[in-house]
């Protein structure tokens, strides 16, 4: 039982040493997922998926001319089978070997009071669904507002009860997210929390990866907000994320680098290929 704990846990953070990420914003259904699926990228982060208050489970479009999609409801997937073939679609015949959704804490603290995480909870089973209807692997918690750890750990260690993994994207107050690494991975124990991706970018952008890793005493993933029209002050050619890349690097190991957003690429005309050959060559 310990040396399968072992290997396990020592094959985890090899494949944790070349996190490629990008975080999907736009609508799957209008982006160009071929791109998205060629150029280098291991990890899929999709944006916008909610959950309400009843514990039926949304995704935003977040994209002009799309609506917004109820995708699971009573325990069922009900999201229709064109978005889950597009989505299933993102890990056939490419190098993306993750794929996640990315929340906020919405509704977490009451659903959690009530009915609780139990197998019998419309979330439960909400998720569970998901996971089955598109092939995730994980649950991205981008908390950046309410932190409250006892329903985030019921409903990170709930998660896990169903075969998610659960990652976090922190931009700030480190002991919130200290204290979900610390209870969410016993010792000894294969993490249920395995990756960190640490926004580099607006409320972030002044945030060292070498320091948070060394609070949260794991490696993370920097991302670093691509080109943009929105807040340009803080958008980063592939030229410049690379020197910030390799310059992080050199001051210690990171687990990987990643980028937001997919919608910003195609938006100001940019390169997939570009920005991935980045991931690529920094992390292999």
């Known amino acids: 039982m310990a040396a399968s704990l072992t290997h396990r846990l020592s094959c985890a953070l ?6 490629r990420a990008i975080f999907l914003f736009k609508d799957v259904m209008k982006s160009n997922t071929t ?4 150029s280098g990228f291991n990890t899929l982060i999709m944006f916008g998926v909610g959950i309400l208050a009843n514990g039926d489970i949304m995704y935003y ?11 699971a409801s009573k325990g069922s997937y009900v999201g229709g089978d064109a978005l889950a073939e597009k989505v299933r679609s993102f890990k056939n015949a490419s190098r993306v070997n993750r794929l996640e959704v990315s929340m906020n804490s919405q509704n977490v603290r009451n659903l959690m009071n009530n009915p609780g995480p139990n197998e019998n909870s419309p979330l439960y089973q909400n998720f569970k669904a998901l996971k089955e209807a598109w092939t995730l692997d994980a649950v991205n ?7 409250d750890v006892a329903s985030t750990i019921n409903f990170g260690k709930m998660l896990g009860r169903i075969g998610y993994k659960y990652t976090i994207a922190p931009y ?13 991975n016993p010792s000894g124990q294969e993490p249920l929390l395995d990756r960190a991706y640490l926004q580099c970018y607006d409320g972030g952008a002044y945030n060292d990866p070498a320091a948070w890793q060394n609070t949260l005493g794991m490696k993370v993933v920097p991302l ?3 080109t943009n029209d929105s807040k340009p002050s803080y958008g980063q050619s592939a030229a410049q994320a690379r020197s910030r890349f390799a310059g992080w690097q050199a001051r210690g190991q990171l687990a990987g ?8 690429i195609e938006k100001m ?3 997939y290929r570009e920005y991935g050959l980045v991931l690529a060559n920094l992390f292999p």
């Open 14 to 19: 090899a494949q944790a040493g070349n996190i």
């Open 35 to 38: 791109a998205i699926k060629t």
């Open 61 to 71: 479009s977040n994209t002009p001319g799309s609506k917004d999609v109820l995708i």
């Open 141 to 147: 918690n981008d908390d950046e507002s309410l932190y």
């Open 172 to 184: 700030t107050n480190q002991r919130f997210w200290i204290s979900l690494r610390q209870q969410l």
């Open 224 to 226: 670093i907000w691509v």
């Open 257 to 264: 680098g990643g980028y937001w957003n997919d919608y910003d």
């Open 269 to 271: 005309g940019l390169s």
